[in-house]
């Protein structure tokens, strides 16, 4: 027993360093191309709700499936005598419909944001002066001081 851990230690080491010297490494690759997209604008926000919505609705259908499973369990108890798999089927339905309520809010927000950024491009460039004169008459008020800075 003690020749056959040894003998599969040393096939173990050899091919890791024949893997090695060849150059195969298994580190990803960190390097990707990012997606150009601009996130703050409305057609964004609606897109991404279209897609949550539609997540939604197709977890919101598996949902309806697995009521159906429960009720065949319930309407057949003898195949499934100790409740095992109904216990399993609910504990699914309920994390499910947690997600579903998660995804429905996250559909509410990008909705949200959406009508705020179209509302905004609606509006006139006009506004651009005034928050210029707004940050002018702050000062050095909003400056925060270091730990190291001790008050005078």
Request: proline share 4%; aromatic share 8%; glycine share 4%.
């Amino acid at each position: 027993m003690k020749n056959m851990m040894m003998l599969f230690a040393a096939l173990v080491f050899m091919f890791g360093a024949v893997d090695y010297a060849s150059g195969a490494t298994t580190k990803p690759s960190f390097q990707f191309d990012p997606i150009e997209w601009p996130i703050n604008t409305a057609e964004f926000h609606l897109t991404q709700a279209q897609k949550l919505e539609q997540e939604a609705t197709d977890l919101a259908a598996k949902v309806t499936e697995l009521n159906q499973k429960i009720d065949k369990y319930e309407k057949k108890p003898y195949l499934d005598t100790k409740g095992f798999h109904r216990d399993g089927l609910k504990r699914i339905i309920g994390t499910t419909l947690q997600k579903v309520s998660a995804l429905r809010g996250q559909v509410a927000r990008h909705r949200d944001e959406a009508s705020r950024l179209a509302t905004l491009d609606q509006v006139p460039q006009d506004n651009a002066n005034d928050s210029e004169d707004r940050t002018t008459t702050l000062g050095d008020t909003s400056r925060s001081r270091s730990h190291s800075e001790s008050p005078s």
